[in-house]
C-alpha cells in the first residue's frame, strides 16, 4: 500500500496546473475561481473548510496562481511556493472585495461547480462585464484521466477496501441477530482501521432491503438465509495529502441460498465478468454498460436492473466519467470508474457486484480483489 510522497503529490499538481492552463487558453478562460468542491484539493492539495468564510483559489491564465483563505484556517494550508501564493483575510477585510481584485479585467470566469451561490452571485454582482462559466468545463476532463500518482492512490485506497470486504466473507463480521445499523457501524470502524480518513457510506440491506439499491441501515435486524448487500467505501489518505475514494460492494447470504438467489447471482456475476473485460482504451462508455446490461437482460431480469453499470471516481465517490447508455465518450488511459450491476427484485430481496478499474494502456487495473463468488456467511 502507498505512502505519502510530497514530492510526487506536488509534481503531480505542478502537472496539473499546466494542463489547467492549457484547457484554459483553449476556451479562451481568462481565471478560474476555485472554491467548494473536488477541484481545489486537487489542484492545490488543500480542501477548504465548508463554511460561510469564502475560500478560493485564484488561478489566472498567464499570471500565479493566490490561495484567498480566512486567517483562521490559514495554518491548515501547506503552501507549495511553486503552485501557489497564500492571501488570509481577516473578518474585518472584503474577501470578496480581495478575490475580484485578483481576478482582475477577465472577461471569462470559470467558477467552481459547488460554490455557494451567495459567493458566486456577490462575484457577478463585482465583475459585471464578465461571463461566467463552470469550472467542469475546464477541469473535469483533466480530472477524469487520472495520473500516475492518482492510480497509486486509487489502487491503494482499494486494497483498504479490500481488507473490510474479506472480513465481511470471512465471515468476521457478524451478521445474524444485529441491526443493518450495527453492522454498517463496525463496517465503518473498519474501514477508519484501514486507514480512511472518513466513511463516505456504508450501505447494508438485508432480506427484503436488498433490492433497494441506496437502503439506509435501520434497525431491521438480519435473519437466517438472508441476502445482504453491502455497499461501502470512504476516502483513503496516504497520511498527509489528499484523500482518494475506495467503493467496492459484495452480496452474501446469512445461510443456505435459495436456488433463486444462485441462478439470479449467476447471471450477476457474469454480467459485471463480461462488463470488465470489456473495458478498453478506445472503447464508448456506454459499451461497458451494454455489454453487462445484456447479459441481464437475456436471463430475464433486465426490468430490475435499475441503474447504470458504473460511474467514475477519484478525489469524489462519484464523478467523470459514467458508464450509461448514451455516453460515448471514449476510455482514456486512466479512467478509474466502478463495475457494479445489479439486480433488484422488489420486497423480495436482491444482489450487487462492484469493484473499481481503470483503464489503461497496459490492460485493465483493477483496484478490487476481494472473491466475486456468493459467500454464505453463519450457516
Known amino acids: 500500500m502507498a505512502t505519502f510522497d510530497e514530492r510526487a503529490a506536488s509534481s503531480a499538481r505542478l502537472s496539473r496546473f499546466a494542463r489547467v492552463r492549457e484547457q484554459m487558453e483553449r476556451q479562451s478562460v481568462d481565471v478560474l475561481l476555485l472554491s467548494l468542491g473536488a477541484d481545489l484539493p486537487w489542484l492545490s492539495g488543500y480542501e477548504a473548510m465548508p463554511l460561510e468564510r469564502p475560500t478560493v483559489l485564484v488561478v489566472p491564465r498567464h499570471e500565479s496562481a493566490t490561495l484567498v483563505v480566512p486567517r483562521l484556517e490559514a495554518p491548515r494550508v501547506r503552501v507549495d511556493a511553486g503552485l501557489f501564493s497564500m492571501r488570509p483575510w481577516s473578518d474585518d477585510e472584503d474577501a470578496l472585495g480581495i ?11 470559470a467558477v467552481s461547480d459547488r460554490m455557494w451561490a451567495s459567493l458566486a452571485l456577490g462575484l457577478q454582482d463585482a465583475l459585471v462585464a464578465a461571463r461566467f462559466q463552470r469550472a467542469s ?7 477524469a484521466v487520472k495520473d500516475a500518482y492518482e492510480i497509486e492512490m486509487l489502487r491503494s485506497a482499494g486494497a483498504a477496501a479490500d481488507e473490510v470486504a474479506a472480513a465481511l466473507l470471512g465471515g468476521e463480521i457478524r451478521l445474524i441477530g444485529r441491526s443493518e445499523a450495527e453492522v454498517s457501524g463496525e463496517i465503518s470502524q473498519r474501514l477508519r482501521e484501514s486507514g480512511h480518513a472518513r466513511v463516505n457510506f456504508a450501505i447494508v440491506g438485508s432480506g427484503p432491503n436488498s433490492a433497494s439499491p441506496h437502503h439506509e441501515p435501520g434497525t431491521r435486524v438480519i435473519g437466517r438465509s438472508e441476502a445482504v448487500v453491502c ?9 498527509s495529502d489528499v484523500g482518494y475514494c475506495s467503493d467496492i460492494t459484495r452480496t452474501v447470504v446469512t445461510g443456505a441460498p435459495t436456488q433463486e438467489l444462485v441462478e439470479l447471482y449467476e447471471v450477476l456475476e457474469a454480467a459485471q465478468r463480461r462488463a470488465v473485460e470489456a473495458v478498453a482504451v478506445g472503447e464508448a462508455c456506454e459499451e461497458v454498460d451494454r455489454v453487462g446490461r445484456e447479459i441481464i437482460a437475456a436471463a430475464g431480469y433486465g426490468d430490475y436492473f435499475i441503474h447504470r453499470i458504473g460511474h467514475g471516481i477519484g478525489i469524489e465517490e462519484h464523478e467523470d466519467p459514467y458508464m450509461v447508455t448514451g455516453n460515448r465518450t471514449r476510455l482514456e488511459s486512466g479512467h478509474a470508474f466502478s463495475v457494479e450491476p445489479g439486480i433488484y427484485l422488489p420486497d423480495r430481496f436482491g444482489a450487487r457486484l462492484e469493484d473499481i ?23
Not at 478575490?99 to 470566469?109: C, E, P
Not at 478499474?357 to 450457516?379: K, P
Open 99 to 109: 478575490i475580484a481584485g485578483l481576478a482582475g479585467n477577465a472577461k471569462t470566469v
Open 137 to 143: 468545463l475546464v477541469t473535469g476532463p483533466i480530472r
Open 357 to 379: 478499474v481503470i483503464a489503461h494502456d497496459g490492460g485493465t487495473i483493477r483496484c478490487n480483489a476481494v472473491d466475486h463468488a456468493l459467500h454464505v456467511v453463519e450457516a
Open 231 to 239: 455497499d461501502f467505501g470512504g476516502t483513503w489518505t496516504a497520511g
